[in-house]
């Protein structure tokens, strides 16, 4: 698109992270570009710019979606969050974030905050996959540096914790499996 | 000739160490977790920024007539446009080439705009108030081109001539080389049996998530040049953008802080990292390139490409004797900068012997240039490619002569203790054998065996491939002569400072892009001195804050970084010690230290912290030692003699022979690096590269069309391998100290790339049923696979 196509700038309202935002937009703007130029927060990383390598991704009312194909315009109205966001404001790490260290889930990094995302909603719909649920769910996320190893038993022992944590707050013994 | 040569085993360690051989999580992590990693494209923007873009080639040659950029312009926003005509006035050309009598010189500017050699060449520059409005710009270029004939077909450029691309290369050959050892004539004459093959290794690339990105800010009041960059080699980075730009290196600062990955491909200096920083110092302005993922298949870097022709000369109690080679590098319109496309072919070549007891060694290298983007540097240069070419032959081998394929390598293989290849490379001692015979038991191999005759029976085809390896690492001087870099030199250095408080700051010259330096770094700077790991910061990725060295790459960190540090750190423990022994009225040698205390040996009760030794080193006033230098701080370098790692991957597949669909079922590895600085960290390396040479085996495949168009443009076309295709691993490890490295170290980064060798074996043993099956290309794709099929069936039966 080049700029002699006439446009005007478009309003848009969403939630980022718990707070709401306002702006006025042009209609070709991305929101991976919006929130990382326009909110700052560049956790969220562009790295294939069509929506295959998922390391743009961010929850929407909870659901991964891939910011570097979404116009900013498209989410008017919704919930997103990004990385930045998870652990809250008491913890340092999210459980999932935590299991990321322990089990070697990451390396360079570029596409840890996509695939801690993913796992998010993963685990939010099933708090218990098996392996290979755990790699289809994932298999849109591309990491060039594990072999995934590390981010399947990542996703593996979060899986376990929460379900672990779970199970003791209903005050029943004993860990997941 | 083979010379076996024994080395005597150096007297290690003095205690055991607490840090160094323990998972120790990473400490980098939570930045990374958090998403407050700054890469390049994450940093401040400085006020005033300028967002670039490139015009590139769409042809492959093409002459550039005229650039009308008046429409461009005329856009609201486009603050620019820049040409060779411009940009040359404050940046000269690069000069590529190697110190060797074979190898010619090509001095080109860095941006051309008057002709076009290869799809993706920058012509252009267009600078905008944004991303969006600089690509507006580009487009908005009007340009005439001359397209002219590409050179695209490499072999046939060597026996049929054409009119040169570059004068610089007169038979359009970047470099010839021949090399023989042993007699080789005489062996292939008198062997029992003899074997050729062709095989051509695929083009492909590293092509980290993270694309490349450049920011420069020039301040012509101070004459100052800071540079952001996605590089693995900040310090060599600003070593080669200098002279071009005409800036001293002192006044160019070069910062590298997160990388998103770089395997190789950004130990190169692009020529966008000398452009970007001269159209800021044209337009006054700071200016930012980010690469998008088109422009990062098309134009950074590509790797491997090979035709491999390999010739086997055996006896009759199926003994390899002999190897010729050659190679052709399907090289690209010019010589990667700076470390040429030989950096695939030459080292391939070297590396024909491997765990192979041969007796004699011919090769010939040729890279022809061609209308491609050039290739340079990716994982495991060069011996990737030869493995593939040589471990696929060696089961063709095996097979014909109906000998197991495990048995036929042990049949083969050096002895393991130190080994001297017929190619002069100096094997440190290692488990070759021993890693071949760990995997044997870890695949329970008769059981597999038994397995796979009982599913043939139902009609399903499982395989299982090997792939035995000794890797290359560590880069300095020695082992660079070794892979085929004549009168090359390569070091690094690190400094290390116990601050007043105790605590320690060590800087590289490394370049930390996922190996986690900051971890596994400072468990050894810990060890060295005898101080806790919190108390260890390590610092890289930056020129003005950590000490000049080569930067990351050939598996190098671990052994020249850690050997340095502990150099260093050495320095700074004996001055500690002069310090706590005359506080403590001992001799130094009596001082021992320890998670951070300074004690009397025998007398732990007297001690000191290491916050107070040093507070008295940098304050402590006339009651120091006569003749004391305060600081507590070394720099030292270190290139190291030449350190091999090596081990063994197997992989176990199922193909459907009705699709062509391989399914890797899992892989067995076992590797050998020495002394493990950190298990995890090794673990995480084999296993990132086994998925990349998975890639470059069965999926990743950058293709031209016959006129030179490059149709591998987005990751629709150029596929990774996702979660779904990389399969668990399972890693074992022998730990085989180098008599030769500080601390019995060997580097271990890449030998995880050749991961998709074994896989290529399991696919040719999974379908031996069918017929002969001899793999002639990488990547092996569903429909390579179904003609491996029908071409085995119409040759018959194996015999």
Same mark, same amino acid.
């Given at each position: 698109?080049?700029?002699?196509? &006439?446009?005007?700038?478009?309003?848009?309202?969403?939630?980022?992270?718990?707070?709401?935002?306002?702006?006025?937009?042009?209609?070709?703007?991305?929101?991976?570009?919006?929130?990382?130029?326009?909110?700052?927060?560049?956790?969220? &990383?562009?790295?294939?710019?069509?929506?295959?390598?998922?390391?743009?991704?961010?929850?929407?009312?909870?659901?991964?979606?891939?910011?570097?194909?979404?116009?900013?315009?498209?989410?008017?109205?919704?919930?997103?969050?990004?990385?930045?966001?998870?652990?809250?404001?008491?913890?340092?790490?999210?459980?999932?974030?935590?299991?990321?260290?322990?089990?070697?889930?990451?390396? /360079?990094?570029?596409?840890?905050?996509?695939?801690?995302?993913?796992? &998010?909603?993963?685990?939010?719909?099933?708090?218990?996959?098996?392996?290979?649920?755990?790699?289809?769910?994932?298999?849109?996320?591309?990491?060039? /540096?594990?072999?995934?190893?590390?981010?399947?038993?990542?996703?593996?022992?979060?899986?376990?914790?929460?379900?672990?944590?779970?199970?003791?707050?209903?005050?029943?013994?004993?860990?997941?499996? | 000739?083979?010379?076996?040569?024994?080395?005597?085993?150096?007297?290690?360690?003095?205690?055991?160490?607490?840090?160094?051989?323990?998972?120790?999580?990473?400490?980098?992590?939570?930045?990374?977790?958090?998403?407050?990693? @700054?890469?390049?494209?994450?940093?401040?923007?400085?006020?005033?920024?300028?967002?670039?873009?490139?015009?590139?080639?769409?042809?492959?040659?093409?002459?550039?007539?005229?650039?009308?950029?008046?429409?461009?312009?005329?856009?609201?926003?486009?603050?620019?446009?820049?040409?060779?005509?411009?940009?040359?006035?404050?940046? +000269?050309?690069?000069?590529?080439?190697?110190?060797?009598?074979?190898? $010619?010189?090509?001095?080109?500017?860095?941006?051309?705009?008057?002709?076009?050699?290869?799809?993706?060449?920058?012509?252009?520059?267009?600078? !905008?108030?944004?991303?969006?409005?600089?690509?507006?710009?580009?487009?908005?270029?009007?340009?005439?081109?001359?397209?002219?004939?590409?050179?695209?077909?490499?072999?046939?450029?060597?026996?049929?001539?054409?009119?040169?691309?570059?004068?610089?290369?007169?038979?359009?050959?970047?470099?010839?080389?021949?090399?023989?050892?042993?007699?080789?004539?005489?062996?292939?004459? $008198?062997?029992?049996?003899?074997?050729?093959?062709?095989?051509?290794?695929?083009?492909?690339? *590293?092509?980290?998530?993270?694309?490349?990105?450049?920011?420069?800010?020039?301040?012509?009041?101070?004459?100052?040049?800071?540079?952001?960059?996605?590089?693995?080699?900040?310090?060599?980075?600003?070593?080669?953008?200098?002279?071009?730009? +005409?800036?001293?290196?002192?006044?160019?600062?070069?910062?590298?802080?997160?990388?998103?990955?770089?395997?190789?491909?950004?130990?190169?200096?692009?020529?966008?990292?000398?452009?970007?920083?001269?159209?800021?110092?044209?337009?006054?302005?700071?200016?930012?390139?980010?690469?998008?993922?088109?422009?990062?298949?098309?134009?950074?870097?590509?790797?491997?490409?090979?035709? %491999?022709?390999?010739?086997?000369?055996?006896?009759?109690?199926?003994?390899?004797?002999?190897?010729?080679?050659?190679?052709?590098?399907? +090289?690209?319109?010019?010589?990667?900068?700076?470390?040429?496309?030989?950096?695939?072919?030459?080292?391939?070549?070297?590396?024909?012997?491997?765990?192979?007891?041969?007796?004699?060694?011919?090769?010939? =290298?040729?890279?022809?240039?061609?209308?491609? %983007?050039?290739?340079?540097?990716?994982?495991?240069?060069?011996?990737?490619?030869?493995?593939?070419?040589?471990?696929?032959?060696?089961?063709?081998?095996?097979?014909?002569?109906?000998?197991?394929?495990?048995?036929?390598?042990?049949?083969?293989?050096?002895?393991?203790?130190?080994?001297?290849?017929?190619?002069?490379?100096?094997?440190?001692?290692?488990?070759?054998?021993?890693?071949?015979?760990?995997?044997?038991?870890?695949?329970?191999?008769?059981?597999?065996?038994?397995?796979?005759?009982?599913?043939?029976?139902?009609?399903?085809?499982?395989?299982?491939?090997?792939?035995?390896?000794?890797?290359?690492?560590?880069?300095?001087?020695?082992?660079?002569?070794?892979?085929?870099?004549?009168?090359?030199?390569?070091?690094?250095? *690190? #400094?290390?400072?116990?601050?007043?408080?105790?605590?320690?700051?060590?800087?590289?010259?490394?370049?930390?892009?996922?190996?986690?330096?900051?971890?596994?770094?400072?468990?050894?700077?810990?060890?060295?001195?005898?101080?806790?790991?919190? #108390? =260890?910061?390590?610092?890289?990725?930056?020129?003005? @804050?950590?000490?000049?060295?080569?930067?990351?790459?050939?598996?190098?960190?671990?052994?020249?970084?850690?050997?340095?540090?502990?150099?260093?750190? @050495?320095?700074? $423990?004996?001055?500690?010690?002069?310090?706590?022994?005359?506080?403590?009225?001992?001799?130094?040698?009596?001082?021992?230290?320890?998670?951070?205390?300074?004690?009397?040996?025998?007398?732990? #009760?007297?001690?000191?912290?290491?916050?107070?030794?040093?507070?008295?080193?940098?304050?402590?006033?006339?009651?120091?030692?006569?003749?004391?230098?305060?600081?507590?701080?070394?720099?030292?370098?270190?290139?190291?003699?030449?350190?091999?790692?090596?081990?063994?991957?197997?992989?176990?597949?199922?193909?459907?022979?009705?699709?062509?669909?391989?399914?890797?079922?899992?892989?067995?590895? %076992?590797?050998?690096?020495?002394?493990?600085?950190?298990?995890?960290?090794?673990? +995480?390396?084999?296993?990132?590269?086994?998925?990349?040479?998975?890639?470059?085996?069965?999926?990743?495949?950058?293709?031209?069309?016959?006129?030179?168009?490059? =149709?591998? !443009?987005?990751?629709?076309?150029?596929?990774?391998?996702?979660?779904?295709?990389?399969?668990?691993?399972?890693?074992?490890?022998?730990?085989?100290?180098?008599?030769?490295?500080?601390?019995?170290?060997?580097?271990?980064?890449?030998?995880?790339?050749?991961?998709? =060798?074994?896989?290529?074996?399991?696919?040719?043993?999974?379908?031996?049923?069918?017929?002969?099956?001899?793999?002639? $290309?990488?990547?092996?794709?569903? %429909?390579?696979?179904?003609?491996?099929?029908?071409?085995?069936?119409?040759?018959?039966?194996?015999?």
């Amino acid at each position: 698109m080049t700029t002699d196509e &006439k446009t005007e700038a478009h309003p848009v309202e969403f939630e980022l992270n718990g707070r709401r935002i306002r702006l006025q937009v042009d209609p070709r703007t991305l929101l991976a570009d919006v929130v990382r130029h326009e909110a700052g927060l560049t956790g969220l &990383k562009i790295a294939c710019e069509q929506g295959v390598c998922g390391s743009c991704t961010v929850l929407e009312d909870g659901r991964p979606i891939r910011s570097c194909i979404t116009l900013a315009v498209q989410v008017d109205g919704s919930s997103i969050e990004t990385i930045e966001s998870i652990a809250g404001h008491s913890a340092d790490l999210h459980p999932i974030q935590e299991s990321f260290q322990r089990e070697h889930g990451l390396q /360079c990094g570029f596409c840890t905050p996509g695939m801690v995302l993913t796992a &998010k909603a993963l685990l939010a719909e099933n708090p218990d996959p098996s392996e290979q649920e755990i790699r289809e769910y994932l298999s849109g996320n591309v990491c060039r /540096c594990t072999g995934y190893v590390g981010i399947v038993a990542s996703v593996r022992d979060a899986a376990r914790c929460t379900r672990s944590a779970r199970t003791s707050t209903v005050g029943t013994e004993g860990e997941g499996v | 000739m083979v010379a076996v040569e024994p080395m005597a085993p150096v007297a290690t360690a003095e205690s055991p160490a607490p840090y160094i051989g323990r998972k120790v999580l990473r400490s980098e992590d939570p930045r990374f977790l958090t998403g407050r990693a @700054r890469y390049t494209d994450d940093v401040a923007e400085p006020v005033g920024l300028l967002h670039a873009a490139f015009l590139r080639s769409p042809h492959a040659h093409a002459r550039i007539v005229s650039i009308d950029a008046s429409r461009a312009l005329g856009i609201d926003g486009v603050e620019a446009v820049y040409t060779q005509a411009e940009v040359s006035g404050v940046l +000269g050309d690069f000069t590529t080439t190697l110190p060797m009598p074979e190898v $010619k010189t090509i001095t080109r500017p860095i941006l051309n705009s008057t002709r076009a050699y290869w799809v993706g060449q920058p012509i252009a520059v267009v600078l !905008g108030t944004s991303r969006y409005t600089a690509e507006d710009g580009v487009d908005a270029l009007d340009v005439e081109w001359e397209i002219l004939e590409p050179l695209m077909d490499a072999e046939l450029l060597l026996t049929d001539p054409q009119e040169p691309m570059h004068d610089a290369f007169p038979d359009n050959n970047f470099a010839h080389i021949e090399y023989q050892m042993g007699d080789v004539d005489e062996l292939f004459a $008198k062997a029992a049996h003899t074997f050729s093959k062709r095989f051509h290794q695929g083009r492909y690339m *590293a092509a980290p998530l993270e694309p490349r990105g450049v920011m420069a800010d020039f301040d012509p009041s101070t004459g100052e040049l800071t540079v952001w960059s996605s590089t693995q080699v900040p310090h060599f980075m600003r070593s080669l953008i200098a002279g071009p730009l +005409g800036i001293p290196e002192s006044t160019i600062r070069v910062i590298a802080d997160n990388v998103g990955g770089g395997f190789g491909m950004k130990c190169h200096v692009f020529d966008e990292e000398a452009i970007v920083p001269a159209v800021s110092k044209l337009s006054g302005r700071p200016v930012k390139w980010i690469e998008d993922r088109y422009e990062n298949l098309a134009a950074s870097s590509h790797a491997k490409e090979t035709v %491999c022709y390999l010739e086997a000369a055996v006896d009759e109690a199926g003994t390899l004797l002999a190897l010729r080679g050659r190679f052709i590098g399907i +090289g690209g319109a010019w010589p990667s900068h700076p470390w040429t496309s030989l950096v695939d072919t030459v080292v391939a070549a070297q590396h024909m012997p491997m765990i192979y007891d041969l007796k004699a060694v011919g090769y010939t =290298v040729d890279t022809p240039v061609t209308n491609r %983007c050039p290739t340079g540097a990716y994982r495991g240069v060069g011996w990737t490619v030869v493995s593939s070419a040589r471990e696929t032959f060696v089961d063709e081998i095996a097979r014909e002569l109906d000998i197991d394929p495990v048995e036929f390598r042990l049949r083969n293989c050096i002895p393991d203790r130190p080994f001297t290849t017929v190619t002069g490379q100096t094997f440190d001692g290692g488990s070759y054998q021993g890693s071949l015979r760990k995997v044997r038991e870890m695949l329970d191999y008769d059981a597999f065996r038994k397995r796979q005759a009982e599913l043939r029976e139902q009609g399903r085809y499982i395989g299982l491939g090997l792939c035995a390896y000794v890797e290359p690492t560590a880069w300095g001087s020695d082992i660079a002569v070794q892979q085929g870099f004549k009168n090359a030199a390569y070091f690094d250095a *690190a #400094s290390v400072t116990m601050e007043p408080d105790g605590s320690v700051t060590v800087t590289t010259g490394m370049h930390c892009h996922g190996q986690a330096h900051e971890t596994t770094l400072a468990q050894v700077a810990a060890d060295t001195i005898g101080v806790t790991l919190e #108390s =260890v910061r390590v610092i890289e990725n930056d020129t003005a @804050r950590a000490v000049y060295g080569m930067g990351t790459w050939g598996s190098r960190s671990a052994v020249i970084g850690g050997g340095a540090i502990m150099r260093a750190g @050495r320095d700074v $423990k004996a001055n500690l010690q002069r310090m706590a022994g005359r506080a403590m009225e001992v001799a130094p040698e009596d001082i021992e230290i320890s998670q951070g205390v300074a004690s009397v040996a025998g007398m732990p #009760s007297r001690s000191m912290t290491v916050a107070e030794v040093a507070a008295f080193a940098y304050y402590g006033g006339d009651s120091r030692p006569d003749g004391h230098e305060p600081a507590l701080t070394a720099t030292r370098s270190y290139d190291p003699d030449p350190a091999y790692s090596n081990g063994t991957f197997a992989a176990i597949v199922e193909v459907d022979p009705q699709t062509g669909e391989v399914t890797i079922e899992k892989m067995v590895i %076992c590797e050998d690096c020495g002394v493990i600085i950190n298990p995890m960290i090794v673990d +995480g390396q084999i296993a990132g590269g086994v998925a990349q040479g998975i890639g470059g085996a069965m999926f990743e495949d950058l293709v031209y069309d016959g006129g030179g168009q490059f =149709v591998s !443009g987005s990751l629709m076309e150029y596929l990774y391998p996702s979660a779904t295709e990389v399969p668990p691993m399972e890693i074992s490890h022998i730990e085989t100290a180098s008599p030769v490295t500080e601390g019995g170290i060997k580097g271990m980064g890449e030998a995880g790339a050749l991961g998709g =060798v074994p896989v290529l074996n399991a696919v040719a043993d999974a379908l031996s049923p069918f017929g002969t099956i001899v793999i002639e $290309k990488a990547p092996l794709r569903p %429909c390579d696979v179904l003609e491996l099929i029908e071409r085995a069936r119409a040759a018959g039966p194996a015999t």
